[in-house]
Structure formats: C-alpha cells, structure tokens
C-alpha cells in the first residue's frame, strides 16, 4: 500500500485470512468501499485511497486468495465473497456504504447489493459489467468456466506482458499490474483467475434479479479490450438509463490510468447523496 495514516487488519474465515486496511476520517458522510478485480490487490486503488485519505473513510481489500491474503483455499463463491465483506464492514460499524469496484469488484458489489437490500448508498463500477443472466450468451458462460488451461497454455513471460499491458494503457498502470502479477508463481495465478471466471459464470447462472437501488456510477476506458467490457457497458447503461463516463484514453484499470478523472467521478457521486 501507499505511505498514509491507515491500520491493517484481519478478517479470519474458515478458508483463510483476508487482509484489508481502514482509514477512519471523522465527520465523513460516507466510507468508500474499494473492490479489485480479479488477480489485481489493494494496490490497484492506491491512487484513490491518497485522493481520498484527508475526506472521507475507506476501507480495501486483498480480496480472498490476493495479495497478503494468501493462502486460500480456492473453493469461495462469489457470494462468499459478499458474505464476509458484510462481516468486515460490520467488525468496522460501517453503515450505508458506497462501493467502488472495478471489474470482479463490480461483480462483488452487485453480490452484495442483491444479498444485502438496502444496505449501500451508492456504487461506482469500474470497467465490469452487469451479472444479470439476460446479458449473457450460453457460450459466454460456458467459455468463462474453461479459462484456467487457456492462461496455463501461455508461457508465465509473455502472460505478464499481455496481462500488464492488456488491463492498463499509462506505463503507472502497466508497472503496477506487472508487479501484481510477478507476487504470483505461475501456477498460483492461473488456478485464481481460473477460479475467479468459474465463480463469476456461476453467479449469473443464478440468475439473481440483482438490481441496483442505490445511485449508480458506470465507468469504463474507452481502451478497454477485457473482454466485452466496453460492449456490456453500452447495452447495461442504454437498458437502464444508468450514468456512464467513458475514460479518454483509458485501458480496463481505468483508475489507474486516468485516477483524476475517476477520482472526481467518485466524488461527483459522493456529494450527490
């Protein structure tokens, strides 16, 4: 993590510990929940956590079986996922929560606004896509359950560069997913995004309503090549009349390519509630 005021913390599951930090800023009229995506950590939100660190209270995550919090058992669902997120923000006395996720943090965020009705102010998605099933083909679903052979098949160099260069487009970005990456042996990080795409087709496959009651932000980098992303996000924000920011120039860690511009749509949402 950045060099800021915050404390690490440690949330036990039968699975494994999950690492997160919490930054506490008095009088703040929301604490912003940071949600990584899949294989990416906390790491990934540093230039949100600095931006925000004087204003308002945070927390984020290694999410299960990333980062510091390893080692996991990868056998968690999604809804796992939100059950203990519930827990830390419960251990924390966070109430009405705005959470950002980016890509597997959206799905996350979606997760938890289904199992906890009510329960969140507001949701900024990062360069994700909606669970609803409507959004997805059979072999779409399909395809996303069989992707752990596809990443074994590539040798662990060239992944690391397409992996680094194919989710951010600023070199700030590329060297950040470069070092995430590189915490990872080979086949520890094939077996998690494996894992990852398998638990995210399944949580569609439950065909969940999950809708979103909160105010909701859509943002996505105009160079964003993960997947459909860009092609989801046309067709989530035209069907529901959701606001939808598009990041000149940003790759699919839209956050950290252009921080600034996410940033201030963050906070654009922040002051709307």
Known sequence: MAELSMQEKVYSTEMGDIHYWANKVEGSPVTLVFLPGLTADSHLFDKQVQAFSSTYSWIVWDPPAHGKSRPFQLRFTLLNWAQWLHGILVAEGTERPVLVGQSMGGYLSQMYMDEYPGEV?????????????????????????????????????????????????????????????????????????????????????????????????????????????KSYNKRWAKKTGYPMAWIPGAGHNSNTDNPEMVNGLIEDLVRSL
């Open 121 to 229: 102010a507001g949701f900024v998605c990062i360069d994700s896509a909606p669970l609803q099933r409507s959004y997805y083909s059979n072999w779409e679903l399909a395809a996303l359950k069989h992707m752990e052979p596809v990443y074994r098949a590539i040798p662990w160099k060239p992944l690391i560069t397409w992996g680094s260069n194919g989710t951010a487009t600023s070199e700030y970005g590329r060297a950040l997913m470069r070092k995430t990456m590189q915490s990872y042996e080979k086949g520890e990080y094939c077996a998690l995004a494996g894992w990852g795409f398998k638990i995210l087709a399944e949580a569609v496959e439950e065909e969940r309503p999950y809708e979103i009651t909160c105010p909701v932000q859509l943002i996505c980098g105009e160079k964003d090549g993960a997947g459909s992303a």
